[in-house]
């Protein structure tokens, strides 16, 4: 499977006046990370598409909640996911952070850290 390769922004990247492509781990970890970067009900394609933000940066979120969140995005994108690690924290300033790693039941993993403000 191919997929247009997105920079750091969400934008379509471009090299060389041309679209850049991605396959295999980075299109998996690429479609990972735009599912956890979307705000559940905020695009209008598909309004089932994301996570709830407000799990996780609400007055009464805790790890769990979380964690929930995070496991509901993998499955978005495969439903054989399973989280391998997993921290959370949330600084004084309401900026939750993530760090986890997930496998397919294929043995494939993705992971990373992402921030939310």
């Known amino acids: 499977m191919k997929g247009f390769a997105l920079d ?4 379509v990247l471009i090299e060389n006046n041309q679209i850049s492509i991605v396959t295999g781990n980075e ?21 089932e598409q994301g996570i709830d933000f407000g799990n996780l940066l609400g007055k009464n979120t805790s ?36 760090t986890f790693a997930a496998q397919l039941a ?3 993993t993705v992971g990373g850290e992402i921030d939310w403000a």
Do not use: C, H, M, P
Request: net charge negative; hydrophobic share 35%; glycine share 4%.
């Open 8 to 11: 750091e922004n969400g934008d």
């Open 27 to 47: 299109l998996l970890r690429q479609k990972v990370l735009t599912v956890l970067k979307t705000n559940l009900r905020e695009w209008f394609f598909d309004w």
């Open 63 to 98: 790890e769990e909640l979380t964690r929930y969140e995070i496991e509901r995005g993998l499955r978005q994108v495969d439903s054989t996911f399973t989280l391998t690690e997993f921290t959370y924290s949330v600084d004084d300033k309401r900026k939750a952070t993530v």
């Open 106 to 108: 294929s043995g494939e």
